[in-house]
């Protein structure tokens, strides 16, 4: 399998990592800082507020009760209709696009639960982002994080996160060996600033 490059102008940044790890801090900070250096970057997440990142919202706080494959397929088609509708339409500009969370985060929480390769497959027409950074923490630390946002939500369970970081660090071996997909490990006990320029100065050896 093989999944399409992007061959736009403008390059896809992703950060994934478990709940907790920082991701909208380090996604808002380095779009800041890139900008800072005149890059033109725009920041967007999943799950979008689209119509399949509602149904999600709403199995997420546990208002609705959604089976695990229903899951897995609503977040992989509110990543194609954020891929049309957001991602490529900047792309084709030439803008910089960060993406908090992507299909890594499908292939790593839901994974937990299904077959990986089938999750993979349901991910094949999207875009492999030209650099992906995993913010790796602790669950325990993740979870001092957590705290502080006083939220329950589906995923915030210390051992399940342990498993799905155990998933993130499968998943991202795999990218790196069979698909030559450029991941960098970060660890997420740094200082955010120190995160933040790690993250930058990779990005801007692609730009
Ligand atoms: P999160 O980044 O926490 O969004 P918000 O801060 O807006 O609530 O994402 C919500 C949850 O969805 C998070 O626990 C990770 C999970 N998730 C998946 O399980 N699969 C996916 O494909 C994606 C994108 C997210």
Redo the contacts with the bound molecule.
């Keep these: 399998m093989a999944f399409p490059r992007n061959t736009y102008d403008g390059k896809l940044i992703v950060i994934e990592g478990i709940?907790g790890a920082g991701?909208?801090t380090q996604t808002a900070a380095v779009k800041e800082a890139l900008e800072h250096e005149g890059y033109k970057v725009c920041k967007t997440?999943?799950?979008t507020d689209g119509p399949a990142g509602a149904v999600?919202?709403l199995a997420?706080t546990h208002r609705i009760s959604l089976t695990a494959h229903s899951?897995?397929l609503l977040?992989?088609a509110?990543?194609m209709d954020h891929l049309h509708n957001e991602v490529v339409p900047e792309l084709e500009k030439g803008t910089t696009v960060i993406c908090?969370?992507?299909?890594f985060?499908?292939m790593a929480?839901?994974g937990t639960e299904l077959d990986r390769a089938w999750i993979k497959e349901l991910n094949r027409d999207c875009l492999l982002p030209d650099a992906t950074f995993f913010l790796d923490v602790d669950p325990f630390v993740s979870e001092d994080r957590r705290s502080v946002r006083h939220?329950t939500?589906?995923?915030e369970k210390r051992e399940t996160l342990a498993r799905i970081r155990k998933e993130f660090i499968d998943v991202f071996e795999e990218f790196e060996t069979r698909h030559d997909a450029r991941i960098r490990t970060i660890r997420g006990d740094k200082a955010i600033m120190d995160v933040t320029r790690e993250i930058v100065n990779d990005v801007s050896q692609l730009l």
Excluded: G
């Design positions: 709940d991701l909208s997440k999943e799950p999600i919202r997420l899951f897995a977040f992989a509110d990543r908090d969370r992507y299909f985060s499908n929480y839901q939220r939500e589906y995923f």
